[in-house]
């Protein structure tokens, strides 16, 4: 992935929604370490 990429309007959506998805699953990760 590019870090310093700008995201276009028409993607923006789209990357909330993948920000959102890797949060659940970082959240996800960090519940089954703690579940251990």
Do not use: C, H, K
Request: charged share 15%.
């Amino acid at each position: 992935m590019a870090a310093g990429r700008t995201i276009p309007a028409a993607g923006a959506q789209e990357y909330r929604r993948w920000n959102a998805v890797m949060m659940q699953l970082r959240t996800v990760g960090v519940s089954l370490d703690y579940s251990f």
